[in-house]
């Protein structure tokens, strides 16, 4: 995990970023280390940077170095969306088409592994509660098999209810994804080493095609990438940003989702604070509020508003118990309008004028204080995490960069892992490709 901070104003965009990165084994997180980068610049020819979130790795290679060879063939854009697209349509042609069968499979582990978890939990909640009773009025093996099968289909249908209210994912291409059973015998082998002898041929044989519906449904796994791009097209004024979240591929499409898209205009938004992954400290500290905080106000509002009624219903006398049932349907609907214009109103009124207060602020921060906002925001998520029990998942030093249409693409602050005074020729070696970086764009420039 990580904590990422983007803001964007009509002069420029900041971007600063945690360094922490947590190594896992399946759900297990085995340790975290503080030196990792998920801040880059994404193109030569224009000032546009990305930022990565979540999954560090595409197609079983490290993101950084498929960044550093985009970096080399983006060609100029007019517009960041181009540059955007560009970026997952090189991920596309270049790493989905062409990877090995096994990083096809191993792709789409990460998506079905919630399916086959979420199939083992309800089923081992379900069956410590219901086995018991069975047991104490049976001592027949058949009725408890009959009740741990009946639990099986009922694992398997919530599943197949949840999955069906779902739409379909986004696959980077033209049209739906084709299904031509690449991938058939895979996916029975996955359900027959998860759940073995514990189901019958047609319980597998719906675990399977649910595992296949959930390859194409829109619901991101655990192991997710999340792409910040932000930045100016060549025909930009003002900045622009888009995020999606990568999650793997499936049939040789990549699967992904648009979370952001902010565009600053004259007449539109003009100022944003965006945060990313873990970003409850931060929305609670620019709108009052975070997903955390709403669900124990709603909680706690349910549970007192609720005994209001009871209450008062324990002190009145009912000649007509028709009249009572009635008072009581009437007082339940009213409590549950309550509750949602609470969640649909009140909670978004708040966020909305914090979020107002705020962006009116940014609109006019110089970039210095911008660098110093986002720098700042991803360090009150640092000190939330140092001070609370569990791994510190967010930490190490920040990276923050400015990109505006007049400077580019500037570091603020940046880490090494190497001492820069023992490395001039690094330096050197990135001073003489931007010099001839620059030289080219003239050139073609001149040519047009």
Known sequence: MTAEIAILNKTAVALAADSAVTISIGSREEKVFDTAEKLFELSAKNPISIML?????????????????????????????????????FLNDKYVKNAPIKVKENAILPIIEPLFRAIDNYVERTTNERIVEYVKRSSSDEDIKKVFSDIINEAISINESILS??????????????????????????????????????????????AKTCLRKDQLSD???????????????????????????????????????????????????????????????????????????????????????????????????????????????AEKEFVESLKKDAFDAIRLRSQAEIDDMVEFMPKPELADMAEALVNLTSLKRRVSRGMETVGGPIDVAIISKSEGFVWVKRKHYFPTNLNPGYFNRAFKQADKDRDVDHATTSKS
């Open 165 to 210: 209210g779902l739409s379909d994912a986004q696959f980077y291409g033209e049209g739906p994804i084709s299904f031509d059973g690449e991938f058939d015998e895979f996916l029975r082998k996955q359900v027959k080493a998860r759940f073995s002898s514990r189901v019958s041929n047609r319980q597998s044989s719906r675990i399977f095609n649910l």
């Open 223 to 333: 192991a997710c990438t999340g792409l910040v791009i932000a930045g100016f097209g060549t025909l930009e004024i003002f900045p622009t940003l888009v995020s999606y979240e990568i999650d793997g591929f499936v049939c040789g499409r990549l699967k992904y989702k648009q979370v952001e898209f902010v565009d600053i205009r004259r007449s539109g938004k003009r100022a944003k604070v965006i945060p990313f992954a873990q970003k409850e400290m931060v929305e609670r500290f620019l709108y009052g509020l975070d997903e955390q905080m709403q669900e124990l106000i709603v909680n706690l509002l349910q549970s007192t508003v609720s005994a209001i009624p009871k209450q008062i219903f324990e002190r009145l006398s009912f000649t007509n118990q028709n009249a009572k049932v009635a008072l009581e349907m009437e007082s339940q609907a």
């Open 53 to 89: 979130y979540n999954g560090m790795s595409f197609a079983e290679v490290p993101l950084p170095i498929l960044i550093k060879e985009f970096v080399n063939v983006c060609p100029k854009c007019d517009r960041l969306a181009e540059a955007a697209d560009l970026f997952l349509k």
